[in-house]
């Protein structure tokens, strides 16, 4: 019998060398997958919630309301409807994955696996990300068909960039509020007292060149207003503020947001004791 046990040999642990993709794809797929099996909270409700704005503001007041921007009011407001669709969903996927998996005692699901700093921080990012496109995709689809807030696409090109940047960053803030946060009170706070206080003075239901001073000159240091602008310009054409400021200026936060969350992750942040 001793012989038999030394014979038989343990099964060797896999060494990754560079990228874990069967790590990374099943981080991304559970990311995924958190938010799709609640699809009617997480993204029927935020579709249905885009429409009652857009009935308000458009049934409502846009009748009585001049040309925005050379456009109707409903197909001035549709795009930043649009934008804080993808910009509170993306927020909320990855903000309260990790706070429930911190409540939860579910960290070790994605620290004890082979998954690097990189690998994870992608893994919820990508996911969050996926979320604000899809929502926002199906928004659009959705406000498309209705009278009077049809959409045009002028620039498609910068429809693509500003709805994925946006969903990025909005996604690694998610991330940075989940790390932070210690309660859902915490979490609650940060999307009340800054993510939405953001997206409504962003310009979303008026043009900031109307703002007086020094409301519009402040506006133009808030990154939500540069991911609205340049995603309404590539629907009416028409930019409120530089379309070349807002392409640089978001692709470098996302890019500084994106090494933040690494460095969290690298050091354990509110992750490990």
């Known amino acids: 019998m001793r012989d038999m046990a030394d014979s038989v040999i343990p099964p060797q642990p896999r060494d990754y ?46 009748a009585s309301r001049p040309a925005v921007g050379g456009v109707t009011f409903g197909h001035f407001v549709a795009p930043g409807l649009i934008m804080m669709a993808i910009l509170n969903n993306a927020f909320a996927n990855s903000s309260s994955s990790l706070i429930q998996a911190k409540m939860m005692g579910l960290t070790p699901d994605f620290l004890t696996p082979p998954l690097s700093a990189l690998e994870q921080v ?5 996911g969050a990300a996926t979320r604000g496109v899809v929502v926002g995709a199906v928004t659009a689809l959705v406000i498309g068909v209705l009278p009077g807030a049809g959409l045009q696409l002028a620039h498609p090109w910068a429809i693509v960039y500003f709805a994925v940047t946006a969903s990025l960053i909005l996604g690694l803030a998610g991330i940075l509020a989940g790390l932070w946060a210690e309660k859902f009170d915490q979490l609650a706070a940060v999307t009340n007292f800054l993510i939405m206080p953001m997206t409504f003075l962003s310009g979303t239901f008026y043009l900031v060149d109307k703002l007086p001073e020094p409301f519009r000159s402040a506006s133009h240091f808030n990154p939500f207003f540069y991911l609205i602008d340049g995603f309404r310009y590539g629907f009416i054409g028409h930019a409120d503020g530089s379309i070349l400021i807002g392409v640089i200026s978001m692709g470098v936060l996302t890019v500084g947001m994106f090494l933040w969350c690494w460095r969290l992750f690298v050091t354990g942040y509110r992750l490990k004791s």
């Open 17 to 62: 060398h560079g990228w874990n993709w069967s790590g990374f794809v099943t981080l991304y797929q559970r990311e995924i997958r958190r938010f799709w099996k609640v699809g009617t909270q997480t993204v029927a409700a935020p579709v249905v919630t885009t429409l009652l704005y857009m009935l308000v503001f458009v049934v409502a007041v846009g």
């Open 122 to 126: 992608l893994g919820f990012a990508l």
